[in-house]
């Protein structure tokens, strides 16, 4: 069945970085889009990053553009968020999810998701 | 940015009843490209509807989604125990800066 499984949280210091991860099953990871979408505790969704199918075309949201970069692995059925000067608020559960078009894209698959707590 | 602004904020209904939740788009949603997701404690999301009327793979017809423009509805026609859960909408028009609503949290009155 189609499985998406998040791994990398953890707790970190404000300004350092932290490498997530996504490995995927089920189903052929080069033919989806995928994403990060993240969740403050007690919050509503965010939607973060996007990366094409073949990793060529890229997007992210105004408050993570120039700090986080999501890249994949269709070798290893991999998807990647790199988040660099982290900042408490970035402190969420970050989900990855796919989707079959990279430009106006639902989600139809998710991940249980990650926790990351940026603190001193 | 599409804000979505999704009421009532929590509902309170009985097993059984019908829920009606709404979401309001600062612009206009063109192509009805808005998504309904279900998420339950401790979960992640999971798609209920997307292109405003149209049901995910699985998902049982007492979900329906309607509207048009910048007004949307989740109806649930009949409530079952595993339906309490919060609900959000997502508009996908506006690409690719997604973005949800606040979404609407269904009690168990």
């Known amino acids: 069945q189609v499985q998406l499984v998040e791994s990398g949280g953890g707790v970190v210091q404000p300004g350092r970085s932290l490498r997530l991860s996504c490995e995927v099953s089920?189903?052929?990871?080069?033919?989806?889009?995928m994403h990060w979408v993240r969740q403050a505790p007690g919050k509503g969704l965010e939607w973060m990053a996007v990366?094409?199918?073949?990793?060529?075309?890229?997007n992210y949201a105004d408050s993570v553009k120039g700090r986080f970069t999501i890249s994949r692995d269709n070798s290893k059925n991999t998807l990647l968020l790199q988040m660099d000067s982290l900042r408490p608020e970035d402190t969420a559960l970050y989900f990855c999810?796919?989707?079959?078009?990279?430009?106006?894209?639902?989600?139809?698959?998710w991940g249980q998701g990650t926790l990351v707590t940026v603190s001193s | 940015e599409i804000v979505l602004t999704q009421s009532p904020g929590s509902l309170s209904l009985s097993p059984g009843e019908r829920a009606t939740l709404s979401c309001r788009a600062s612009q206009s949603v063109s192509g009805n490209y808005l998504a309904w997701y279900l998420q339950r404690p401790g979960q992640a999301p999971r798609l209920l509807i997307y292109g405003a009327s149209n049901r995910a793979t699985g998902i049982p017809d007492r979900f329906s989604g309607s509207g048009s423009g910048t007004d949307f509805t989740l109806t649930i026609s009949r409530l079952e125990p595993e339906d309490f859960a919060v609900y959000y909408c997502q508009q996908y028009v506006s690409s690719p800066a997604l973005t949800f609503g606040g979404g609407t949290k269904v009690e168990i009155k």
């Open positions: 990366i094409a199918y073949d990793g060529k075309n890229k």
């Open positions: 999810a796919r989707s079959t078009a990279y430009y106006r894209a639902w989600f139809d698959a």
């Open positions: 089920g189903f052929p990871f080069i033919n989806y889009a």
